[in-house]
């Protein structure tokens, strides 16, 4: 079974430009978050969708967009990069938001740098 | 505030020796649970081991157990017989769930170097 996959792996851009990161969840998971790791540092929480719907938001600016489709799969926008953006954005799924013993499964990460 | 501290940046153990990492953690749920994630070069953060706040016991996962002390808000790991493999970023975490949803609170890692 495929685990969950986030593409691209890596990505570098431009201060000020836009950024699409996707993430797909594992089959059957109806939930999907996002978390920013800046190097030397723990995950973040940035997002989290639940069929469909946005069902949490970390401290980040609006900047920081995200959308989960019928499918459950997800893109994380950010908009007008900064240098501070550059960081590993990990996705997880998980097959429910509600539900407290439910486990998240974590994604490879995409890699994004700033220059 | 929530938060979870890890004060140890680095740690060292020989290959087959146990060694112990910390973690304390501040949250003022009463109902949460309790992870240590390992974060190897390829990135994926893989679940080690967890425990539910409510139980007493702690959990064990093969080579791997946790020393909980709910009043003392500590969580530490303790890993036996250490391997070669066992070299990662481990993560201390915890899960709170607000306004029917749920998030993770990471500490800031412990690398973990297994000497041969």
């Known amino acids: 079974d495929a685990g969950v996959t986030q593409s691209p792996t890596h990505l570098i851009k431009t201060r000020g430009q836009h950024v699409t990161l996707r993430c797909s969840p594992i089959?059957?998971?109806?939930?999907v978050s996002w978390y920013q790791q800046v190097l030397g540092q723990g995950p973040q929480f940035i997002f989290q969708?639940?069929?469909?719907?946005?069902?949490g938001r970390g401290n980040f600016p609006d900047r920081f967009s995200a959308r989960q489709f019928p499918n459950y799969s997800s893109e994380l926008n950010v908009n007008a990069l900064l240098l501070g953006d550059s960081a590993l954005y990990l996705c997880?799924?998980?097959?429910?938001?509600?539900?407290?013993?439910?486990?998240?499964?974590f994604g490879q990460g995409t890699r994004l740098t700033v220059v | 505030a929530q938060t979870v501290t890890q004060s140890q940046p680095e740690m060292s153990v020989q290959e087959a020796e146990t060694v112990t990492l910390s973690c304390t953690y501040d949250?003022?749920?009463?109902?949460?649970?309790l992870f240590w994630y390992k974060q190897p070069p390829s990135r994926q953060m893989i679940l080690v081991i967890r425990?539910?706040?409510?139980?007493?016991q702690n959990a064990t996962e093969n080579r791997f157990s946790v020393n909980f002390q709910k009043a003392a808000k500590s969580f530490s790991l303790k890993i036996s017989d250490s391997q070669l493999g066992d070299a990662a970023m481990y993560f201390c975490?915890?899960?709170?769930?607000?306004?029917?949803?749920?998030?993770?609170?990471f500490g800031t890692g412990t690398r973990l170097k297994v000497l041969a």
């Open positions: 949250t003022s749920e009463s109902d949460y649970y």
């Open positions: 969708y639940y069929e469909k719907e946005e069902r």
């Open positions: 425990q539910e706040a409510y139980k007493q």
């Open positions: 089959s059957g998971h109806k939930s």
């Open positions: 975490a915890y899960r709170i769930t607000t306004s029917g949803t749920y998030k993770y609170i």
């Open positions: 997880a799924s998980s097959l429910s938001a509600l539900r407290a013993n439910t486990e998240a499964f």
